[in-house]
């Protein structure tokens, strides 16, 4: 049996996602098809927000944010290094903790030095250390899904440029990474504006399997992921 604890890192929640759904993921979907997903989970979050419904934004929110890793386990990138390279404990943009982009107007981005002493070992530790670097009394919670919103469009933008073009294929994989890395932070965004627990919830979908056929590798139909209840 495969399962998610909420103790567990984030390299370690990419690995049951891959045990589960690498399998039907690869068969069954291209990669466009795993982004209509992505973002279809997406939305159905901000419907949540729209409308006051946290159970629909959580179950959805967590959702998308395991699509994420459907897309980082096909390209084959871990999610948990590129978002540290990304954010070590500060802003990936002005390379301070809290974030001081809109005090100071930052017009370039800094440069990071990575503390590798500072990496949090779980998921629920980069929870934590977003709130830290991006603190929700800065935002409200519809200014978070906005955030996510624009942030889900750069994921398929930089995957659409990577599969169009033979040119600077390396850059526009790099793309990719951070752009995904990008959606994370916003993820935990969301989560931090709405109280969500992540690793929690994650663990209350994951305790057996997939969390609707219950079997690894997943084998729920096209039709029931077609279908499936918001
Ligand atoms: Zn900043
Ligand atoms: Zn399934």
């Given at each position: 049996m495969a399962s998610y604890k909420k103790n567990q890192s984030i390299a370690q929640y990419q690995k049951f996602i891959e045990k589960v759904y690498a399998v039907p993921g690869d068969r069954n979907f291209s990669l466009e098809e795993i982004l209509v997903q992505h973002q279809r989970f997406t939305m159905r979050a901000l419907k949540g927000i729209r409308k006051n419904d946290q159970k629909k934004l959580k179950f959805n929110l967590l959702d998308s944010f395991s699509w994420s890793f459907t897309i980082a386990n096909r390209l084959h990138f871990s999610l948990e290094n590129i978002l540290w390279q990304r954010f070590s404990y500060l802003?990936?943009?002005?390379?301070?903790v809290p974030c001081i982009c809109k005090i100071k107007k930052v017009k370039k981005r800094r440069k990071i030095i990575v503390d590798?002493?500072?990496?949090?070992?779980?998921l629920k530790g980069f929870q934590k250390m977003f709130n830290e670097i991006?603190?929700?009394?800065?935002?409200?919670l519809e200014h978070a899904g906005i955030h996510l919103a624009e942030e889900s469009g750069e994921v398929s933008e930089a995957v659409h440029a990577f599969l169009t073009n033979q040119t600077n294929r390396k850059e526009r994989f790099l793309n990719i990474k951070e752009e995904l890395a990008d959606y994370i932070s916003c993820s935990f965004g969301v989560a931090n504006s709405s109280d969500i627990d992540i690793a929690e919830g994650l663990s209350d979908l994951f305790y057996?399997?997939?969390?609707?056929?219950?079997?690894a590798p997943c084998k729920c139909t096209l039709d029931s992921i077609t279908n499936f209840p918001s």
């Amino acid at each position: 049996m495969a399962s998610y604890k909420k103790n567990q890192s984030i390299a370690q929640y990419q690995k049951f996602i891959e045990k589960v759904y690498a399998v039907p993921g690869d068969r069954n979907f291209s990669l466009e098809e795993i982004l209509v997903q992505h973002q279809r989970f997406t939305m159905r979050a901000l419907k949540g927000i729209r409308k006051n419904d946290q159970k629909k934004l959580k179950f959805n929110l967590l959702d998308s944010f395991s699509w994420s890793f459907t897309i980082a386990n096909r390209l084959h990138f871990s999610l948990e290094n590129i978002l540290w390279q990304r954010f070590s404990y500060l802003c990936s943009y002005c390379a301070s903790v809290p974030c001081i982009c809109k005090i100071k107007k930052v017009k370039k981005r800094r440069k990071i030095i990575v503390d590798n002493t500072k990496r949090p070992k779980s998921l629920k530790g980069f929870q934590k250390m977003f709130n830290e670097i991006y603190p929700k009394e800065g935002r409200t919670l519809e200014h978070a899904g906005i955030h996510l919103a624009e942030e889900s469009g750069e994921v398929s933008e930089a995957v659409h440029a990577f599969l169009t073009n033979q040119t600077n294929r390396k850059e526009r994989f790099l793309n990719i990474k951070e752009e995904l890395a990008d959606y994370i932070s916003c993820s935990f965004g969301v989560a931090n504006s709405s109280d969500i627990d992540i690793a929690e919830g994650l663990s209350d979908l994951f305790y057996n399997n997939c969390l609707a056929c219950h079997k690894a590798p997943c084998k729920c139909t096209l039709d029931s992921i077609t279908n499936f209840p918001s």
